[in-house]
């Protein structure tokens, strides 16, 4: 049956948007302050929590009021506690948010929503620490969505107040687990978040395998794996296939998986053979060449010399790749751009060089139609294409 859930995004909410688009199939209706509204049936929503990288949580959407009308919050809350835990015992413990952020708002309605439900229910917490919103880490270590609990949040949008309470929340700990203590983790390669790699093979909506040929220390294959998906990566540093080879034992270890491991194997991206590919149909989702490790913006010799080198390795892979493919095969990939203030360098040959061997599939509606991952402070971000070569 179909329901209207909000999910609550983290950074980069156009990305987000995105992949939810590609996993939903359609189905968007709102964009609320810190999320997205969506219909759909969802029957497990902490199966499909797993699977988002740029959902924080997912929420059912309880009430709707025009943004224009008097709301009595108050009652909202009261209510919806009451319809969830009147029927169990115990100590009830509720937390609520509100997007945008309002700490006097939400202040009132905490008390006097709980001052209602004393009254109704008897022994009962809120959880919220002076009055301030719930970051996801504290809703999962408070085990709001456990019996006896409940989180709810007020999103508002431009023309509605939404009324959700969360079904799902992202697991922070598990992502930093299999981030960080890898035994096979080198910073100077490039660090590439687990959750984007999730973001990028939803984006690629693989069939059966996904295949990585810039595969470093092995995060997407990681990421294809926990997924349920056949994964393959090659790499042209021996180093680095070594790497991706023992962090895949590591994996296999620490989540029980019972299938084989992925092959991984050296191999330079640029000359890639019909036997390095997978023998089934596949995608390709990767996070190529960023450049060198930069703390300091290149002058602009040393960043025109990086860009040509980046978008020669473009060109080589993808005339290659478009020589040896029998059937269409979409790509999703990173490529590097240099931040500097506001400003964002991109490589300026890059889709000319798509647009030669294969089609654009548009991922947004910005001049280039790509997105980007970045963060403020960092000087090379980036630039997410997704092309099919046939």
């Not at 009324?163 to 700990?173: D, V």
């Not at 598990?174 to 687990?194: C, E, L, V």
Request: hydrophobic content about 40%; aromatic content about 10%; charged content about 25%.
């Amino acid at each position: 049956m179909l329901k209207t859930f909000i999910f609550q995004t983290g950074h980069g909410k156009e990305l987000a948007k995105a992949e939810l688009d590609a996993v939903l199939k359609g189905g968007f209706q709102d964009d609320v302050f810190d999320g997205l509204v969506y219909e759909a049936e969802i029957n497990h929503a902490d199966i499909l929590q797993e699977r988002l990288g740029g959902t924080i949580r997912i929420t059912e959407v309880l009430q709707k009021a025009p943004e224009h009308m008097p709301v009595n919050f108050v009652q909202w809350v009261t209510d919806a506690v009451i319809q969830e835990v009147k029927h169990k015992g115990g100590k009830i413990r509720f937390g609520l948010s509100m997007h945008p952020k309002s700490d006097k708002n939400l202040k009132k309605i905490l008390i006097n929503s709980k001052k209602n439900l004393k009254e109704k229910l008897g022994n009962l917490r809120f959880v919220n620490k002076d009055f301030q919103n719930l970051s996801s880490a504290q809703a999962f270590h408070e085990n709001l969505i456990t019996d006896h609990t409940i989180e709810l949040h007020l999103f508002l949008s431009e023309k509605f107040w939404y009324l959700s309470k969360t079904l799902s929340i992202q697991n922070i700990e598990w992502y930093s687990h299999r981030d960080m203590n890898r035994p096979a983790r080198d910073p100077k390669t490039g660090m590439f978040p687990p959750k984007l790699a999730q973001m990028l093979i939803n984006l690629a909506q693989p069939n059966k395998t996904v295949y990585d040929p810039f595969c470093g220390s092995g995060t997407v294959l990681q990421e294809a794996w926990l997924m349920g998906y056949a994964a393959r990566g090659s790499d042209l540093e021996p180093r680095l296939v070594e790497d991706s080879i023992q962090n895949m034992a590591w994996l296999k270890n620490v989540a029980e998986l019972p299938e084989e491991t992925p092959t991984i194997f050296p191999a330079d991206a640029r000359t890639l053979t019909k036997n390095d590919l997978p023998s089934e149909p596949f995608v390709i989702v990767t996070e190529t060449w960023l450049g060198p490790a930069m703390s300091n913006f290149p002058n602009s010799m040393d960043l025109r010399k990086i860009q040509q080198e980046a978008e020669s390795i473009y060109e080589d892979f993808f005339k290659n790749l478009k020589s040896i493919i029998k059937e269409p095969v979409t790509v999703i990939f990173t490529a590097p751009f240099h931040r500097e203030k506001n400003e964002r360098h991109l490589l300026s040959h890059l889709p000319e060089i798509l647009e030669k061997y294969g089609e654009i599939q548009p991922l947004s509606d910005h001049e280039r139609s790509s997105l980007f991952y970045e963060r403020k402070e960092q000087i090379v971000g980036r630039e997410i294409w997704k092309v099919v070569l046939s």
